[in-house]
């Protein structure tokens, strides 16, 4: 987990049409993939907070404690920044000599029974098990999959790793790249404006394939945004009935 305090650089982009999952440009970089769900969608079903954390926590070590852990039935999400993992198997981005936080493990480990690849693999950071909040008893495990937004960009990516008990918002060097932002462990990510979505009782297995995490995030958003809007239209739906009789009594 980076806790230094961050600065901001990020690369706007324009949201390209839905493609398929394309091949890295090189065997270190991370994949690229823009979705058909749009982030103004997601987004919008994210906007109300429900905590479900006991406490909140805070996005960089001496910084408020000001961000919650919120829930519906079928997502836990956060709004917090962005830090940069670059922990697990090291590579010419992530090493000791690049990353002065480096560690050579993740907490959670490929099928293979290596560390995760953070150079090429988008994933996310919970923070470890504590009193705030702990990510088992939602359904969160390694492997779990999450949509993370940044501007106009949708990432999916896995739960590979944990962090501090007190401190939230942190991705993989792939998964900041991948949404424009500077990937840098010493001195990149971004200060704020990320929002991170994981779906409940969802893994990817194996926990490397990327892949299988954008399928199936694809598949779990359009169910939130669309089970979403049609209970907001069933609701809309029933108050003008409901107020249609109420004019009818009258």
Not at 115 to 144: K, Q, T
Not at 218 to 244: C, H
């Amino acid at each position: 987990m980076r806790v230094q305090t961050l600065t901001l650089a990020v690369a706007g982009a324009a949201l390209l049409a839905p493609t398929t999952l394309p091949a890295a440009d090189h065997p270190n970089e991370p994949v690229r993939y823009e979705g058909s769900v749009r982030a103004s969608d997601l987004l919008a079903q994210v906007r109300d907070c429900a905590p479900v954390s006991n406490g909140h926590y805070r996005s960089d070590a001496g910084a408020r404690a000001d961000i919650p852990v919120c829930g519906t039935e079928d997502v836990v999400f956060w709004k917090a920044d962005m830090d940069i993992d670059c922990d697990g198997r090291p590579g010419p981005r992530c090493n000791g000599r690049t990353d002065p936080y480096f560690a050579d493990t993740t907490a959670f480990q490929q099928s293979d029974g290596r560390y995760l690849d953070a150079e090429r693999l988008p994933f996310i950071v919970v923070p470890m098990a504590s009193s705030i909040w702990n990510y088992r008893d939602h359904g969160i495990r390694g492997g779990s999959v999450a949509a993370v937004i940044y501007k106009d960009r949708v990432q999916y990516a896995v739960v590979g790793d944990t962090g501090p008990h007190d401190i939230i918002g942190e991705a993989s060097y792939a998964a900041a790249a991948a949404l424009g932002i500077n990937p840098d462990p010493h001195g990149g990510g971004t200060a704020s404006g990320v929002t991170y979505i994981v779906f409940k009782n969802s893994k990817v297995s194996p926990i490397e394939n990327h892949a299988a995490a954008v399928e199936t995030g694809e598949r779990l958003a359009k169910q939130f945004v669309g089970q979403n809007a049609e209970n907001a239209e069933n609701a809309e739906n029933a108050e003008n009935a409901e107020i249609g009789e109420d004019i009818e009594a009258e």
